[in-house]
């Protein structure tokens, strides 16, 4: 009976009288430790899948981690084969070699 009248709406002192039935006080504690409840399941499944976008973008951030170096590397070696021809192009050339 007490869990289908609106009580939730009162104030917490309000209820704290010594008028106030015990069961009416137990139909409160009751109604919003299963608020809290339903709102640490949301906050748990919000968590999981928080993680799994973590761990996709951690996933993500690896691959591309992976191409720069590749694409560090191709840099790297172009500037050396840049320098080498640019040394050959200095050096004085000789009609004998």
């Keep these: 009976m007490f ?3 609106q009580f939730w709406r009162l104030q917490l002192k309000e209820l704290l009288t ?3 039935p015990p069961q009416l006080l ?3 504690v009751a109604t919003r430790c299963k608020q809290l409840d339903e709102q640490q399941n ?3 499944e919000d968590n ?3 993680l799994a976008e973590i ?3 951690r996933q993500q951030v690896s691959q591309l981690h992976s191409k720069l170096e590749v694409a560090d590397n191709r840099s790297v070696h172009g500037l050396q084969k840049q320098a080498e021809v640019l ?3 200095r050096r004085p050339q000789c009609w004998w070699t």
């Design 3 to 5: 869990a289908d009248l």
């Design 18 to 20: 010594p008028w106030a």
């Design 26 to 28: 137990a139909c409160h």
């Design 42 to 44: 949301a906050l748990m």
């Design 48 to 50: 999981r899948r928080n």
């Design 55 to 57: 761990n996709r973008l």
């Design 87 to 89: 040394e050959k192009l």
